[in-house]
């Protein structure tokens, strides 16, 4: 068990929308990982998949082998970043990580840390209703670090941050990625990934269109990572080959 | 469990909402007790004492809507992600809720019988009678006023993990309230003493309430609102487990 994350048949349907369609990939640990696709692609719903908040209609989802809600201690195993996680705007930034150690078994010394880690320690002590959409996403990349986890999963990180903060955000991803950690992270802005990422995983209309290194994907045809990208997710009939095997 | 419960308490004392809860009870209570002695209660009259403190249980509206924000409240503000990702098991995480929930509910309706009772007091020798601190009956509606307002919080709490928008369950309450209890109550007679709200009355006002219906006796309104706590809090883990959080 390496603390990798293998995904294998995953599926969610609502009704007769098929959202996540039979998805098989895995994540290594050491690097980070881009997932990639357009919007309703299935991206969101498969991380929550990941972190056991939506239930997969078949298949599974494993962190380091098992499901998310069997992790001894989640919170000390996997950090997440998620689009949709929020906090309470009257309560300080400070108090928010407080909440979580408490809750997720973590020692309280790791509230200033991750604070640190973040570069939110002069906003710590102000209610969130005051912070700014990048400061928000500091905050909630700060409770992702909180635990000290072997893996994140990262919805958007960079969504809201300035270029000074991007730029933060890749050191700090590089940084742990290299401590052999297991990083998966969706994005839109695929000039960012180009730039943070090793591997990358293409999904649309819920399928997996692409996985593997990124040379491997812009190097074969000499494509920009956009041009590739464009090609693997627009559904216009394709060609033979143009969609290079999956799980390599 | 205990680090969940420590968790739950710790979200209360970090935002300014519960304290809210918590000063307002006492203000009903100062309210109530003095509208009674300046609309002519007979302060002589040894059941006044009585009808004075039963205003504690009256405050169990604060709870049962501080209990609704428990889950409700974080849906609103989207922190039932974190509170899941930090807790898996979220059968676990309704149950802290629940005990922490009541354990407020009840630490509020003290405060409000202490600030009660002091107010009661001081009205009392202000109009020259003199107040008896060895009422039995005072002190079991009192007693009962604190049980109906721990009740309520636990039942909020489960209404508002089975509703999870804040302003429905919120308006769901007040329509069960006002609709149910109080225009349908007057319609099935005898029946409506089964009803939580007049259970709670039963409880915190001991049989002698402001209605015309006959209420059930004390223990028995116990079990009643002690049974619709418990139904609540089945159904609100039974759905909370299932559900997709998206």
Sequence with gaps: MNGGITVAGLTKRYGP???VDGLTFTVEPGQVTGFLGPNGAGKTTTLRMLLGLVTPTEGSALIGGRRYADLREPRRAVGAVLEATGFHPGRTGRNHLRVLAEAGGIPPERVAAALGQ????DAADRRVRGYSLGMRQRLGLAAALLGDPRVLILDEPGNGLDPAGL???RDVLRGLAADGRTILMSSHVLSEVAQTVARVLIIAGGT?????PLGEL???RGETLE???LRLTSDLPRQAGAVAPAGN | MHSLIRAEMLKLRTVRGPWLVLAAGPVLVIAGISGLVVSGGD???PATQA?????VGLTAIFPLAFGILAVAGEYRHKTITDTYLSTPARGRVIGAKLLSYALCGALAAVVSAIVGLAVAAAWWSAKGASFDWGDTAMWTTIGGGIAWNTAFAAIGVGLGALIRNLAGAIAAALAWIALIEGIVGQLIGNLARWLPFYAGQALGAGGKAMLPQALLPRWGAALVLAAYAAAFAVAAIATSVRRDVA
């Excluded at chain 1, 973040?118 to 320690?121: E, N």
């Design chain 1, 17 to 19: 929308l098929t959202a």
């Design chain 1, 218 to 220: 812009t190097g074969v």
């Design chain 1, 167 to 169: 730029a933060e955000l």
């Design chain 1, 118 to 121: 973040v570069g939110l320690d």
């Design chain 1, 208 to 212: 997996l269109r692409f996985s593997g």
């Design chain 2, 43 to 45: 302060l002589h009259d």
């Design chain 1, 227 to 229: 041009a590739a990208f």
């Design chain 2, 51 to 55: 009808k004075a403190l039963a205003h």
